[in-house]
């Protein structure tokens, strides 16, 4: 089960039962969407989210990880990951990333998805800024089918980002599977470094973040809220994946990533909800 830099490879069976987790997170997060609207607290769009989380048998994964305070991750803006969930009122046109984790028998489930808050007119570079950053995750999702090594996923969200928007580099994707954050880290980026081999067994959360400006961030005070240095927007997109041998199967994605990854020529293989 273990291989090289300490990956957990997982059995069919095994990414059936990650697959439960994937579709309460999947579950969630539509939950969340629809309760978007200006007015509403990231606190109460965390209320929703457990919620539905804990009606379905499940845990939060992120409630109480290494003293995370929420049951989500909600950014706003200027914020990239990790934002706590609290008092603040939601504006319209707000751009919002939300990420969510659920455990089932053990098992994780780890996605998230960036909108405008509804009600008055988007910005068209904000709308960009998270239609790009879902696309380069796709293509990063595609590329774990390539048959080669893990530095291609994060080459294949660099060639499609290119100098588009700020790619941030200090956060990632990880493995998945009975703990959330597992190795290999997946970077967003190529490096010379061509990691383990993309081969089945393997279930990875890919994950690029992008920014609407200058890509260097900090963390705030409260030392989990990761932000832009310059101020400018990001966006934030992530989908639990699984590789065996028949092709890709994605865990959070409600129709197990069938459109996404047919336009791009990938594999969709599931193994049954």
Known sequence: MIGARKIEYKTLDQMRLMRRAGLVVAGALAAVQRALAPGVTTQQLDAVAEDHIRSHGATPSFLGYQGYPASL????????????????????????????????GGWHGDSAFSAMVPGADPDPGDVDLVAVTEQAMWRGIAAMDSGGRLNDVGAAVEDFVAERYGLVEEYGGHGIGTAMHQDPHVLNYRTRDKGPRLKAGLCLAIEPMLTAGDPATKVLADDWTVVTTDGRRAA???????????????LTAADGGRESLAALGARFAPLGD
């Open 73 to 104: 991750c909600i950014s706003v803006n200027d914020e990239v990951v990790h934002g706590i969930p609290g008092a603040r009122v939601l504006a319209a046109a707000d751009l919002i990333s939300v990420d969510c984790g659920a455990i089932v």
């Open 236 to 250: 934030h997109w992530e989908h639990s994946v699984a590789l065996h041998e028949g092709g890709l199967w994605v």
